[in-house]
């Protein structure tokens, strides 16, 4: 049972039932609490089912109809035969749960953690008698399951070169993959729509994977609760089955991901992927199911298959908005030498204050440099000494001028630097005064890191420091757990705007339905030089952005992170309309709607923090009209503020136009959006 304090409790973890292996004569069949999600579990041989052993394997039903068909479970093991080929199943027991629970900061709150749930016994059928526990759980928004390894005498310790867990699709789903060259990746890059009979074998899949299978659902697939284990990716094995792969583990802390060899299939398979001491239990292996796709984006399965938090006192984290100095190559005006030093942090201190943002962000080129004897090597391989800052930085002093303004700062930190030097540096941070780290370049997904992950959350938290992890693998619900991680990357966010022509309002309205699954992502918005897709130039200093101000506006709202970017030079919000939304939105918040959608052309997201709701709807390259019902809304008026794409900004981006109304839950709102376009609106109660 979960000790969180914070927990109410609806309903007690209860025995529904155990069934022996004598009885065991079919499916065991799992229901979600609304008896639209079905998961069984069985042994077969090809799709029909065997009472007395054979392959485990898995189905899945909605509403009646297979989303999908028997799947292969099982793990590929160094030195051994594989488990689950040849088992039976010996018993089973049902449960169920319903509570709610209080997160820190997220998308609702509170939330509801409504399930039922089954753990199967399983044995092998040949001479080793290996044991191997399955266990699942059915939520009206999706189905989990995940491995269980005890501890027995045929298995003390386990070294996985892979799972032989397959997601076998009654149909040849259409999805929406991020594809990659290799485990050790940064996870930016673009998503492309291609069925499962499109995607190549040699493909390496990175979740979370949106799929609509066709005339039944859309579906979420994706990871939770990863510790002690490595990440899932998909490769597709025939024409509608995805079959897992798990993450290779890399010796070297310290390996290179630019360097890092591309994925190969068949040489891989012979990696070991996880090595672990029995008992031995896997991540959650997650389907988010819904008719519309806006439902998944609504979901907290993920957060939900996640421990309480580990944190007893959780009142220093704050979720917040920071602007920050490197997106917008640390543009100051008025200041004489813009760069990192004192008076242009303070400069972006001043800007914080005067617009109410919580935090300020000093990126990389803060901390002082450690430099060799001549003649001798470098004393380390560290970069950077993350316990003291150049010259130019006076920390101490900026702490302090920042809490005078009721600002907190946020530091950068390259990984390595930080794997180095974690207890230093995180010990000097709570002695200055320091909110956050963001620690960067990460860019793996084997066990090591994944455990790196849990170490830094853990000892931040004792500093009370919030953590921003950038060139991440993708959220895992961990910060259910560890509330102090606000945000991840691993995502193409704006920063690629600096180099590129990649980061398109279709990108923007895709990451909604695809990487938001998985949770927070640290996307950084906020670029107010608008740009047509013509006229749109790359550069590293004042980076333009496609798309117009109203929707770069409006993914305030439509993306979540609970560490929100306020990317570009303070100069470019001084006097603007938009500027007003910026200081009023949260970046937490209690409820969470998705009014309309299609990936991957456009998105409408509410949601609401206390009384206020804040709207944020963009499109892709096309222009749309869309009705607005505001039946979400509580008894009474409201006052909109609407921020709109203006009648010239399919060739001025810039240009918008604010509207006032009063309005009500019948009202309907009209948005008419420009290519690329969006609307952002703020709801207030009339008091």
């Known amino acids: 049972m979960p000790s969180d304090p914070k927990l109410v409790k609806i309903l007690a973890l209860v025995l529904l039932t155990v069934v022996t292996a004598a009885a065991q004569t079919g499916p065991v069949v799992l229901q979600s609490p609304n008896q639209a999600l079905e998961i069984s ?69 509170p939330i509801r953690d409504h399930y039922n749930a089954v753990t199967l016994q399983t044995v092998e059928t040949v001479a080793m008698g290996r044991r191997l526990a399955i266990e699942a759980r059915a939520y009206d928004d999706g189905v989990a399951f995940r491995y269980l390894v005890p501890e027995q005498p045929a298995v003390k310790e386990l070294r996985i070169l892979n799972e032989s867990t397959q997601f076998r699709f009654s149909k040849d789903a259409n999805a929406f993959a991020l594809i990659s060259r ?12 291609l ?44 024409g509608k089955t995805l079959t897992a792969r798990l993450a290779v583990r890399v010796e070297d802390v310290n390996t290179n991901s630019n360097i ?5 299939p068949k040489a891989d398979a012979s990696k070991v992927s996880v090595i672990a001491a029995t008992p031995v239990r896997s991540a959650w292996r997650v389907l988010m199911i819904a008719d519309q796709p806006g439902r998944l984006v609504e979901s907290n399965l993920v957060v939900n298959l996640n421990p309480p938090s580990a944190i007893g006192d959780t009142s220093w984290i704050k979720p917040g908005k920071t602007p920050w100095d490197w997106w917008n190559g640390s543009q100051a005006k008025g200041v004489a030498n813009p760069g ?12 914080a204050a005067r617009n109410q943002f919580e935090f300020m962000l000093i990126d990389a080129g803060w901390a002082a440099g450690f430099f ?47 794997n180095d030097q974690m207890d ?74 600096k180099w590129s022509a990649r980061v398109t309002p279709k990108h923007d309205v895709t990451l909604a339905f695809t990487r938001m699954l998985a949770g927070p992502m640290d996307y950084t918005p906020g670029g107010f030089d608008n740009a047509t897709r013509e006229n749109f130039v790359a550069r590293n200093r004042a980076p333009m952005v496609m798309g117009t101000r109203a929707h770069h506006t409006a993914l305030y709202v439509v993306f979540e992170s609970e560490l929100q970017m306020v990317s570009d030079s303070p100069d470019a919000y001084d006097g603007q309309k938009e500027t007003e939304f910026l200081k009023a939105v949260p970046s937490s918040w209690d409820e969470t709607r998705v009014l309309n959608g299609v990936p991957p052309k456009y998105i409408t997201i509410a949601r609401r923090r206390g009384g206020e709701w804040f709207v944020g709807s963009i499109t892709d390259w096309d222009a749309r009209e869309l009705d607005l019902p505001l039946s979400f809304l509580g008894s009474g008026a409201y006052d909109a503020e609407i921020y709109a794409d203006g009648p010239n900004a399919a060739a001025q981006p810039k240009d918008s136009v604010v509207e006032k109304r009063r309005v009500n839950a019948q009202t309907v709102l009209k948005l008419k959006l420009a290519p690329g376009g969006g609307s952002a609106i703020r709801l207030v109660p009339v008091r």
Do not use: C
């Open 260 to 264: 890092a060899p591309a994925f190969d």
């Open 340 to 351: 990192k030093n004192n008076e242009t942090m303070k400069y972006y201190i001043d800007f």
């Open 182 to 193: 290799g485990f050790q990746t940064s996870n930016e890059d673009d998503y492309h729509e």
């Open 424 to 497: 230093d540096a995180f010990g000097q941070y709570q002695k200055w005064g320091i909110a956050g780290v963001k620690i960067d370049f990460m860019d793996r997904s084997d066990q090591w890191m994944v455990n790196w992950y849990r170490t830094a959350a853990r000892k931040a938290a004792e500093h009370h420091l919030m953590l921003d992890f950038h060139g991440a693998f993708k959220p895992d619900g961990m910060r259910r757990t560890y509330p102090n991680v606000l945000t991840r990357e691993g995502v193409m966010g704006a920063e690629y705007n």
């Open 372 to 418: 060799s004897t001549p003649g001798q090597a470098a004393p380390s391989r560290r970069r950077t000494d993350l316990t003291k800052s150049i010259p130019a930085i006076d920390m101490p002093m900026l702490v302090e001028y920042a809490k005078s303004k009721n600002v907190r700062l946020w530091l950068w930190a390259h990984f390595r630097d930080m």
């Open 41 to 109: 579990i069985a042994t077969v041989r090809g799709q029909s089912v065997q009472a007395a052993g054979g392959q485990l394997a898995y189905r899945v039903t909605f509403r009646g109809q297979p989303v999908l068909e028997w799947s292969n479970l099982g793990l590929a093991v160094e030195g051994a035969p594989a488990l689950g080929p040849a088992v039976r199943i010996e018993s089973s027991q049902a449960s169920s749960q319903d509570e709610t629970w209080t997160p820190v900061a997220g998308k609702a709150n």
């Open 195 to 238: 069925a499962i009979s499109g995607l190549h074998p040699e493909y390496l899949v990175n979740l979370p994977l949106l799929l609509e299978v066709p005339g039944v659902a859309w579906v979420g697939l994706t990871e939770a609760d990863i510790e002690d284990y490595a990440n899932l990716y998909v490769t597709a094995s025939d």
